[in-house]
């Protein structure tokens, strides 16, 4: 299950995300908001963060207007990797080696075409497992 999450700068973006997930049958839960009336985006990054550290979402999709700030409230949950993607090739390495469990895209930053593709990329590409990795991700899990 994909936990989606917004505030009211990546609300449009969300609804063309919610049509590529529907077209390819896959899951979601959606966390708000349901709006372009501004709205709190940490409000939404922690029950986005909050579902996946429970185990009711595998992995996760946030967006404000840049995805900055989203993606640094989210971060701020010990076990959440929530990475801001711009681009494919960021998309596949930020699985690859840091098995991240959040994308976070800007809804003014990167339209809806790329970020689909992102979106794809993000969740068809699996952690390398590689042990240098492994390693890596460790060390970000301790202070």
């Known amino acids: 299950m994909i936990a989606l999450g917004c505030d009211h700068g990546g609300y449009e973006l969300k609804l063309e995300i919610k ?11 959606d966390f708000g908001c349901d709006s372009t ?3 709190d985006y940490p ?13 009711e979402c ?22 959440i990797r929530a990475a801001l993607c711009t681009d494919c090739f960021t998309a596949e390495a930020t699985r690859l080696h840091n098995d991240a469990n959040i ?4 809804g003014r930053v990167v339209g809806p075409g790329l ?9 068809n590409t699996p952690f390398s497992g590689a042990d240098r990795h492994m390693n890596r991700i460790a060390q970000m899990e301790t202070e």
């Open 115 to 123: 970020a689909v593709k992102i979106v794809d990329t993000f969740l």
């Open 103 to 106: 994308l976070a895209l800007g």
């Open 19 to 29: 049509k590529y997930l529907d077209e390819k049958g896959l899951e979601y839960k």
């Open 58 to 79: 595998d992995k996760g999709i946030l967006i404000c207007g840049t995805g900055i700030g989203i993606s640094i409230t989210a971060n701020k949950f010990k076990g």
């Open 43 to 55: 409000v939404y990054a922690k029950k986005v963060a909050r579902s996946i550290l429970s185990g």
């Open 37 to 39: 009336v501004a709205v």
